[in-house]
């Protein structure tokens, strides 16, 4: 049960009985506690897994334009960095397609087409679809950076 778990990157506390030896655990999904534990500690324990586990689950765009998500990460021009932050701050929420197109206006130094900022939309997702995570079109209004589908189904 342990191993599938961690295959499905669901986050888990092991009880250990008292003298039995402690589990290694070398993944940010898992942590253990000895029993009898108090419940103040418990609580405290699962509270530091959970915070863990959401902030594994947001996307980070490093300085040198490396986004990470997960435990997997791919490298971004720098246009598609400056687009793909401005996503990753609102992420799951609908970014405006003004607000991108004046970032990519912005940063470029001048105006461009309507199809440059498609372009680099569809640049981006071929980019972050292997890391899981998706860019969708909401049509009329802008578009969501969201993980993919199967990504959710094993969210808590």
């Known amino acids: 049960m342990r191993e599938r778990f961690r295959s499905l990157k669901i986050p888990r506390i092991l009880v250990v009985e008292a003298g039995v030896e402690a589990p290694v655990c070398d993944d ?4 253990w506690v000895r029993a009898p534990i108090a ?3 418990l609580q405290s324990r699962i509270d530091a897994l959970v915070r863990r586990y959401h902030k594994s ?3 980070f765009l490093d300085e040198g334009g490396v986004l990470r998500f997960s435990s997997r990460s791919v490298t971004l021009s720098p246009r598609q960095a400056e687009l793909l ?3 990753i701050s609102r992420f799951g929420e609908v ?13 470029s130094g001048g105006l461009k087409t309507r199809n440059a900022l498609d372009l680099h939309m569809m640049r981006i997702r071929q980019r972050v679809t292997p890391l899981g ?6 049509w009329g209004r802008g ?4 993980t993919e589908p199967e990504m959710k189904s094993v969210a808590p």
Not at 96 to 107: D, G, S, T, V
Not at 133 to 138: A, D, E, I, W
Not at 143 to 146: E, G, I, N, Q, S
């Open 143 to 146: 578009y969501v950076l969201d």
């Open 133 to 138: 995570l998706t860019v969708r079109t909401v």
């Open 39 to 41: 419940s103040k500690d």
């Open 28 to 31: 940010i999904y898992e942590d």
């Open 95 to 107: 970014v405006p397609r003004e607000a991108l197109w004046f970032r990519l206006c912005q940063e």
């Open 57 to 59: 689950r947001l996307p």
């Open 85 to 87: 932050d401005l996503l």
